[in-house]
């Protein structure tokens, strides 16, 4: 029995992936477990495993396509199993439909995809599908599917004789490939002839009327000015980040804490640990040292430590300290998981880890997922001191900036040379009050000053 | 601009044409003191004399060969053929002898020539006269092939035919000459090998040459009430042919019926059908290629079938509306 390889979902937020590249060519054999191809999802790249041995009887989809979840992309068995049958089995399946998609599938078929994917054997019932299992589609028709990466197989024509035509493909991948959306708002979408999965909306909810005539008015601005010089299309990673802020920025109110550190103590400390650690091949950075001083200030302030779920605030047992990374095309924020039981060491040689396989594109979702607070830190490009949005679900979020040699007024009232760190903290007032942020500010910057508190 | 009719601004054509360049002279069957059959000529044998507006004896191969013969001396001749179905009895002249003339002189020698006839149904002529021919011309390398739809194109292709080197089959339309149109007073050539867009639309394109243009107009503007947006194209130049300004609308359509009025079978619609799938409009094709052609039939002398076996304005809409479904 043929094994059908189907695009994994490798993370919450995915909902499709792009086959970077087949380890094994068609007629090749494979083993179970062996790497089959490489993906790339919106955050990162990931071998995937071969789930059968045998021979790579059909690959799906070339390199550099994008894939939806779970569509199968390639076909594992013997040698002598017959194909065409298979073929058809395996033709993509969009297995997380909305409500409207199943609508439509059921409207424009009698039976529904999962079952013909179950049963292969089975002569389909698709009229538009003629001799010869051959498929009855227009030039035009067969042309956008091919844009689109659809498969013709699945759509019935409305055409003379259930032929496809181009606007068959298009009310399909209107209702595949678009999120859901208020009557009113597809309404006006059709109308206005914007195609739905062109406009943005946060991730999950539906398009409203106002997103809607919200593009309208911005392609029209866009198009008048004549001033684009180049478009960049808001997808992957970039979009991802698109929603979460504004997400994160329409949600949660937030408010900002400043505090400047002396970072003298500190500076000692790092010198003085880096030297001991040298023959380890460990080197600490601030980020390292902070990572641990802000899971120690988070063990005292657990209310920072925490998410909103549904109607509760839920204080979080771990401290799993999110670094934000900057990329060349965005920026990624991978994960130390459980921060306050780690050593200095630890930190230093997980986050060395984390920050290459981010550069890399290596990252697993489990890298950068989980996080509860996140620390961001600008220092290297200058920036004294700047505020930070809250990755959502978090709490809150610590920005740093550079360490600046300022004059201070100490306590004895003389004006003395020091290193100066400006940070900042970012709070969710949904979940916490300028009192409670400005104590953990004040834990965070008594430890920063005096790092051997560390030890307490 | 004045309005004008087709047969005006082709009668305007000839005369200005003749007037500017002494080498141009007209003959054919009373075209001279009768005026034309159809009164092209009206008034040009006044103007320019026996010498330049010729009566001929009715011989269409006589017509047709003096026409040639005078073209390699020099002079650019316009050969009238009453009706385009007697173009048949001077096909040697101008398949063995215009078309091939220039080729086989090594390019030492021209046929500067316009062969004019009105063809076409609609007049109750019955079958020997009421022929649309433009397939057999199309065929003939070394022919050119002209079919205006509008008194303004006809005028300007008109001159372009005269002043073209080669031998033109200038085809018109007997239920056009009539119909009226905007002209300008001063002098313009429409080149050969440029189609033009009639009517823009977005749903479906309609490729229509001669009498097929103004129906082919006026069932989309009907089907414009029912929402259906239809282009028409007129090629006007079948050879030379514009296949780029078709694949452009092809392209923006998906959608095309080609409108003739002469019979189906291996007619021009058949190689225009061939071309767009030749072309990078094949991938944007939405339904297979419609042709809307005249039976393969004589035209009969009975009004109701000579109207049946041609396209009417109907039949366009009943066409357009199967394929936009």
């Not at chain 1, 004789?161 to 979408?189: F, L």
């Not at chain 1, 990624?332 to 039981?341: F, G, L, R, S």
């Not at chain 2, 109701?304 to 109907?314: D, F, I, M, N």
Request: aromatic share 4%.
């Amino acid at each position: 029995m043929a094994t059908i390889v189907k695009m994994p979902k490798l993370g919450l937020t995915m909902t499709e992936g792009v086959i970077v590249k087949w380890f094994k060519k068609e007629g090749e054999r494979v083993e179970k477990g062996e790497p089959l191809l490489e993906i790339q999802t919106d955050k990162v790249n990931l071998e995937e495993e071969s789930p059968a041995d045998g021979i790579v009887r059909k690959l799906l989809y070339e390199e550099g396509k994008t894939v939806p979840i779970l569509t199968p992309i390639a076909i594992i068995g013997e040698a002598d199993e017959p194909l065409p049958e298979i073929e058809r089995a395996a033709a993509p399946t969009p297995q997380e439909q909305t409500d409207e998609t199943e609508d439509y599938i059921k409207a424009s078929r009698e039976e529904s995809d999962v079952e013909k994917t179950e049963k292969p054997d089975e002569v389909s019932d698709n009229p538009s599908i003629g001799k010869y299992g051959k498929i009855k589609a227009t030039p035009a028709a067969k042309r956008i599917a091919r844009e689109y990466n659809v498969d013709l197989y699945q759509i019935t024509g409305t055409g003379p004789n259930s032929r496809i035509q181009a606007a068959d493909v298009e009310r399909y991948i209107q209702y595949t490939q678009t999120p859901k959306a208020s009557p009113v708002a597809k309404k006006i979408a059709q109308e206005k002839g914007v195609p739905l999965k062109d406009i943005q909306v946060e991730s999950g909810k539906r398009v409203m009327k106002s997103h809607v005539l919200e593009s309208l008015g911005g392609s029209k601005t866009a198009q008048q000015e004549g001033s684009v010089l180049e478009e960049i299309p808001l997808t992957g990673m970039r979009k991802i980040i698109a929603d979460k802020m504004t997400e994160s920025v329409n949600k949660a109110p937030h408010f900002y804490l400043r505090s400047e550190v002396d970072m003298t103590s500190l500076i000692n400390v790092r010198e003085e640990l880096n030297k001991s650690l040298e023959k380890d091949g460990i080197k600490l950075s601030f980020n390292d040292i902070l990572v641990k001083i802000t899971a120690k200030a988070l063990e005292k302030h657990r209310i920072i430590n925490s998410r909103i779920k549904g109607d509760k605030i839920q204080m979080l047992k771990p401290i799993n300290i999110g670094l934000a990374v900057a990329l060349d095309n965005g920026l990624i924020v991978p994960v130390i998981k459980n921060a306050e039981t780690k050593s200095l060491a630890q930190i230093a040689r997980e986050s060395r880890e984390l920050i290459e396989k981010a550069r890399n594109n290596k990252l697993t979702p489990d890298d950068y997922t989980g996080g509860t607070f996140t620390i961001s830190n600008l220092g290297m490009f200058d920036i004294v001191e700047f505020t930070a949005i809250i990755n959502q679900p978090e709490s809150a979020i610590l920005a740093l900036g550079k360490i600046q040699d300022r004059p201070v007024v100490t306590p004895e009232k003389e004006i003395k040379i020091k290193p100066i760190m400006n940070i900042t903290l970012s709070c969710d007032h949904r979940v916490i009050d300028g009192a409670e942020g400005a104590k953990f500010l004040k834990t965070l910057k008594d430890l920063m000053e005096n790092p051997l508190r560390l030890l307490l | 601009m004045a309005m004008i009719t087709y047969i005006q601004a082709l009668r305007d054509a000839i005369r200005e044409e003749m007037r500017r360049d002494e080498n141009v002279f007209i003959m054919g069957e009373d075209v001279g003191i009768y005026g034309g059959a159809f009164k092209v000529t009206q008034g040009l044998l006044e103007e320019f004399g026996e010498e330049r507006v010729k009566d001929t004896p009715i011989s269409e191969a006589a017509i047709v060969g003096t026409a040639v013969g005078s073209a390699l001396t020099g002079m650019r001749p316009i050969a009238e053929i009453m009706f385009a179905d007697f173009i048949t009895i001077a096909m040697d002249q101008l398949i063995n002898q215009a078309a091939k003339i220039r080729y086989m002189f090594g390019g030492k020698a021209k046929v500067p020539m316009v062969l004019r006839a009105p063809q076409g149904s609609g007049t109750g002529a019955a079958a020997q006269h009421s022929q649309s021919l433009t397939a057999l011309f199309t065929h003939i390398p070394g022919l050119k092939v002209v079919m205006p739809s509008t008194p303004y194109d006809v005028k300007g292709l008109f001159k372009a035919a005269v002043r073209d080197d080669n031998p033109v089959v200038f085809l018109e339309h007997k239920l056009l000459y009539p119909t009226k149109g905007e002209v300008p007073e001063e002098d313009y050539v429409i080149p050969l090998g440029k189609a033009d867009v009639k009517r823009e639309g977005t749903d479906v394109t309609i490729i229509a040459g001669s009498i097929m243009v103004p129906r082919a107009i006026e069932a989309a503007e009907k089907l414009q009430a029912e929402g259906i947006s239809v282009e028409v194209v007129d090629p006007r130049t079948y050879v030379p042919f514009d296949v780029e300004t078709i694949t452009q609308s092809v392209i923006k359509t998906g959608k095309v019926i080609i409108a003739e009025d002469d019979c189906k079978n291996a007619g021009w619609g058949a190689e225009v059908a061939a071309k767009i799938c030749e072309s990078e409009a094949f991938d944007y094709l939405d339904a297979p290629i419609k042709r809307l052609a005249g039976l393969d039939t004589p035209i009969p002398y009975n009004p109701k079938l000579e109207k049946a076996v041609v396209p009417q304005v109907e039949d366009i809409i009943k066409a357009v509306e199967e394929m936009v479904n």
